[in-house]
């Protein structure tokens, strides 16, 4: 999970940030404000993506109290904008303060991932390719991508939905990938939201290679990309996981199934390859 502070005042106010999940060139995922009004504060937090995201949200008060209780832990939806607490003076003759941070992560807390559907292979029926990291695989997946894969397609390469959804997100403006993590930020990137509202994550996409756009309705095996080396990678490859966000801090991803010509594949082997059927 990488950090950025982004400092803000009012009183005394400290703001960072942590994302997980996807990653883009910089973006700002969330905004939060605190209004102040003629005997209180109001504090909002506003998703400026048009996916779900989970913020968690933790103040320490001084001379002050909230109308909640914290930490504040909730998932907006794309684009929303909420009043999530309110603070007020404890002694109006006092001054008062606060001290908060905030971190986020992309995804539903409320998602619960269908464990008996059967995904299709993220590439074209008919088409092969191995599999470079699978399962519980820590070389470069970190414990909340404990379910990704990796697969070894060379740049160029189609990359369709393994299951239907909604566009949720994508990035595709980056050229540049190598291998080490000051690339972790330059990876091109499809999301796709399920009916169960988790998240799929297609990475290391090529520059311009992303062929659907944010709200398009996406059947399974269609195609959303083609496969790069974006992003911090040793080259060409698709990494794929399907996850949902646990807090503002953390996520969780899923094991899968997939429809595959050798039947129905419930664990990836590393170094082996899959036909997709």
Do not use: W
């Not at 009004?37 to 001084?62: A, I, Q, R, W």
């Not at 001379?63 to 603070?87: A, C, F, I």
């Not at 909604?166 to 080490?180: A, C, H, Y």
């Not at 290679?209 to 399974?220: A, H, P, Q």
């Amino acid at each position: 999970m990488k950090r950025a502070p982004v400092i803000t005042s009012l009183c005394v106010c400290l703001l960072c940030h942590a994302l997980a999940g996807a990653q883009s060139l910089d973006s700002k995922f969330i905004d939060v404000e605190v209004k102040k009004k003629k005997k209180h504060f109001e504090v909002y937090v506003e998703n400026l993506m048009p996916f779900d995201v989970t913020v968690t949200l933790d103040m320490t008060l001084s001379n002050m109290v909230s109308s909640d209780s914290l930490p504040y832990t909730g998932t907006m939806r794309g684009k929303e904008r909420r009043q999530v607490l309110s603070l007020q003076s404890k002694d109006r003759r006092k001054a008062g303060s606060y001290r908060s941070q905030y971190f986020y992560t992309i995804g539903n807390m409320q998602a619960e991932h269908d464990s008996t559907y059967v995904y299709q292979l993220p590439y074209k029926i008919g088409a092969t390719f191995p599999v470079l990291q699978s399962y519980n695989d820590m070389m470069t997946h970190d414990a909340p991508s404990r379910y990704a894969i990796d697969f070894g397609m060379p740049g160029g390469s189609h990359v369709c939905a393994a299951r239907e959804g909604v566009v949720v997100g994508l990035f595709e403006d980056s050229d540049e990938g190598g291998p080490n993590e000051s690339f972790n930020k330059k990876s091109n990137y499809v999301l796709v939201r399920h009916d169960d509202l988790t998240i799929a994550s297609y990475h290391h996409l090529q520059k311009d290679g992303v062929m659907v756009r944010i709200g398009e309705e996406v059947e399974k095996g269609q195609v959303l990309a083609y496969s790069g080396a974006t992003g911090f990678t040793f080259g060409p490859h698709l990494h794929f996981e399907v996850f949902k966000a646990l807090d503002g801090k953390h996520t969780a991803s899923f094991p899968l199934k997939f429809q595959t010509r050798q039947g129905i594949l419930n664990e990836p082997l590393v170094n082996k390859s899959y036909r997709a059927d």
